[in-house]
């Protein structure tokens, strides 16, 4: 944990930054403002969030996963910036308006690191994999938690968690492929 904390205290540190004005209105991910060309909201949107409490939550969420998981530094920015761009570029493909939350990132990463845990030999994190996949099973045909909505003051974007999810079991299937080479 000592090699991430710096880069936890970083994202830390940005997350809530961009919380505040005039920061808040130009990073949340916004449809008309990215069909403008402002691209850089795919990635930005991500960081941002509706409010404190969904701030506090995502940023436990952040520093839990990794503590529990422990990945390598790197690999750690490389999910982060892949399951950005499939929870960004993935919204494009959604009615939606508008996003904030690291929550789409935090499925990749959680993913990512269970699903290179059975990679390495650890078959039990598979039922870690089976329980994000049901997690996200859920939240698709039954509905994301009301409590959560109410609390972050927003529709909980279950598609986000979809696409970050994706992002990074296929980070760390890509990954697998290519060291069997």
Not at 73 to 100: C, E, H, Q, W
Not at 101 to 125: D, T, W
Request: charged fraction near 15%.
């Amino acid at each position: 944990m000592g090699r991430l904390s710096p880069l936890l205290i970083f994202i830390s540190l940005v997350c809530l930054g961009l919380q505040f004005e005039p920061l808040a209105s130009f990073s949340i991910w916004y449809r008309p403002e990215i069909e403008q060309g402002q691209w850089w909201r795919i990635l930005t949107g991500n960081l941002t969030h509706t409010n404190f409490a969904h701030l506090g939550m995502n940023m436990a969420g952040l520093w839990v996963i990794t503590w529990l998981f422990k990945p390598h530094r790197n690999d750690l920015i490389k999910v982060i910036l892949l399951a950005a761009l499939f929870v960004g570029m993935g919204n494009l493909f959604t009615p939606a308006t508008s996003y904030a939350g690291l929550s789409g990132i935090l499925h990749g990463i959680f993913g990512y690191c269970a699903l290179k845990e059975v990679f390495h030999g650890r078959k039990s994190s598979l039922l870690l994999v089976f329980g994000l996949i049901g997690k996200l099973a859920w939240e698709h045909f039954v509905g994301a938690s009301e409590s959560t909505a109410a609390m972050i003051g927003a529709r909980v974007a279950v598609e986000a968690h979809l696409y970050g999810a994706v992002g990074g079991l296929l980070m760390a299937l890509i990954e697998r492929v290519l060291k069997r080479r």
